[in-house]
């Protein structure tokens, strides 16, 4: 097949994916999700119904930490949903519970969830990491929730 000749004004780097154009593209649509999303979780939040589970892990190979930001919460069905909202390189300075809270409430805030966090109507559940409990402190923490996740 000879494209030039049915395609003459075809430009071929206009064909072929970038890895900017990539890159930009994950960013515009984890914006659009986050835009859908975030009407939903504060009708959760403002009904007390919304419960989070943040983790912490290390990829030991690379030498990164990572953040994981759960939501769970029932619909109007009873169905159960969860929604992982963020899985972000962790970039603070230490694992202090100070810098912990200030990542979970940097990843909040791209959902316009931090008031409701400042206003307990968010539940945590969490796996009982001392460093996360200091930075829950404070706030209402449930175990029991985060068992049954880990068995469905």
């Given at each position: 097949?000879?494209f030039?000749?049915k395609y003459?004004?075809?430009?071929?780097?206009?064909l072929l994916v970038?890895p900017t154009?990539?890159?930009?593209?994950?960013?515009q649509?984890?914006e659009?999700y986050?835009?859908?999303?975030?009407p939903?979780?504060?009708?959760q939040?403002?009904n007390?119904?919304?419960c989070?589970?943040?983790?912490?892990w290390a990829?030991k190979y690379?030498?990164?930490n990572?953040?994981?930001l759960?939501?769970?919460?029932?619909?109007?069905?009873?169905?159960?949903?969860?929604?992982?909202l963020?899985?972000?390189e962790?970039?603070?300075?230490?694992?202090?519970?100070?810098c912990i809270?200030q990542?979970?409430?940097?990843?909040?805030?791209?959902?316009g969830?931090?008031?409701?966090?400042?206003?307990n109507?968010?539940v945590?559940?969490c796996?009982?990491?001392?460093?996360?409990?200091?930075?829950?402190?404070g706030?209402?923490i449930?175990s029991?929730?985060h068992?049954?996740?880990?068995?469905?």
């Amino acid at each position: 097949m000879d494209f030039s000749r049915k395609y003459p004004d075809l430009d071929s780097s206009q064909l072929l994916v970038t890895p900017t154009t990539i890159s930009k593209n994950v960013h515009q649509l984890a914006e659009q999700y986050r835009s859908l999303l975030q009407p939903i979780l504060i009708e959760q939040a403002a009904n007390s119904c919304l419960c989070l589970c943040p983790d912490q892990w290390a990829d030991k190979y690379r030498k990164v930490n990572y953040l994981g930001l759960t939501a769970m919460f029932t619909n109007k069905n009873y169905e159960l949903i969860l929604l992982d909202l963020c899985c972000c390189e962790y970039q603070e300075v230490d694992k202090s519970g100070d810098c912990i809270l200030q990542a979970i409430r940097r990843q909040l805030d791209l959902y316009g969830l931090t008031s409701y966090m400042n206003n307990n109507k968010i539940v945590f559940t969490c796996d009982r990491g001392p460093n996360i409990l200091k930075a829950l402190k404070g706030k209402f923490i449930l175990s029991l929730v985060h068992s049954l996740k880990i068995k469905l």
